[in-house]
Each structure stands twice: as C-alpha cells, then as structure tokens.
C-alpha cells in the first residue's frame, strides 16, 4: 500500500479509513453547497409527461367504476370459449359482458349500455366495440 509508507499495516489501514471518512463528509458538503447555488435551495421537479391522447368518448357512454367481477356462466362455442360475465360498478348497478377479461376492480371505465326487457326487469349490457 503506497499511502503512509511509515505506518504498520493496522496504523496505515486506520489512517485511510479515517481519511475516506473525512472525504466523505467533505464531499457530502461541497456537493449539497453546488446543489443549494444552482437551484436555490430548491430542486424543481421534473415537467409533467404529456399523456397518450384519450380516444375520443362516446356521449352515449356512460362512466362507471368496477366495484366487482363475477362470471356467470362459461362454454365453448366450436374452437372458441367464452364466459358470461357480471361487472358491477360502485353504484351497485348490475351490467353483463362477454368481455369481462377487459375489466379490473377499482377502475374506471367509459361503456355504451343496451337495456334488454327480461320480463318486469332490464338487463343492462355492455355494448362491446
């Protein structure tokens, strides 16, 4: 080891780590200093990213938040399987969809509605696009 060439090799491991904690705090200061003088003591954050243009909304569409998934009923139809499932939104309005894989808990989702007459009931189904 070249630093302290005079010093045991305990007295010299001693001295460097007493000089790299020196270093430390003495660039722990001078850096915090230059940060202080080019941002006056305040560092702005970075400027907000643009966000992906929404895809224009339909104004029949109506805003709902899933509140809970629930599948209904699945099958196969040929190659293809499909489930039935039941989405309800934090109102407590029920709505049906073959779509339901699109769906998440706690998100908010812009859906077009047909109301299909289930005898003195109206199905509420979500339009798929």
Known sequence: MYIFPHASFAR???LF???AEEMWAWAIVKVAALVDE???GFIEPPPALLDEPEAPVNPNA???TVKSIQVLKT?????RKWALT???DMDNVSYTTFAGSRYEIGKE?????EEIPNGEYMD???KEA
């Open 12 to 14: 010299r491991v001693f």
């Open 17 to 19: 780590l007493q000089f």
């Open 75 to 79: 099958g196969q139809k040929g190659n």
């Open 86 to 88: 039941k989405l309800i």
């Open 124 to 126: 509420l189904r979500i």
């Open 109 to 113: 989702y812009p859906i077009e509605v």
């Open 38 to 40: 080019s941002n006056q």
């Open 62 to 64: 109506r805003l709902i």
